[in-house]
Nanobody, 122 residues
């Protein structure tokens, strides 16, 4: 399974972005897609995940209702809408995939994209 993220960039505080992740090479359905982020000097942290049927979980600490995850199974794509961006949201955002149940733990995901950088200027 290959994952390719896009949509990152430089945005002013208070702005919005929509990140996308396209999956390819997967011969099985029913996989969970997740978004993680890693700021400079910090560990990778969970942001959100969504199951095949659209059920989603979020990290309350990091996103506080500002982020929305969604997916289009016909396009093998997962999205992360990020609103009201803050400087502390600056990070590389990674897409990840796993089979089975959803999870907030990075080590439970089997496939990762290369990441897309989001930089929020204050």
């Amino acid at each position: 399974v290959q994952l390719v993220e896009s949509g990152g960039g430089l945005v002013q505080a208070g702005g919005s972005l929509r990140l996308s992740c396209v999956a390819s090479g997967c011969t099985r359905s029913n996989y969970v897609m997740g978004w993680f982020r890693q700021a400079p000097g910090k560990e990778r942290e969970f942001v959100a995940a969504i199951g095949w049927g659209g059920g989603a979980i979020y990290s309350p600490d990091s996103v506080q209702g500002r982020f929305t995850i969604s997916r289009d199974n016909a396009k093998n794509t997962v999205y992360l809408q990020v609103n009201s961006l803050k400087s502390e949201d600056t990070a590389v955002y990674y897409c990840a995939a796993k089979f089975g149940s959803d999870s907030t733990r990075p080590n439970e995901y089997d496939y990762w994209g290369q990441g897309t950088l989001v930089t929020v200027s204050s």
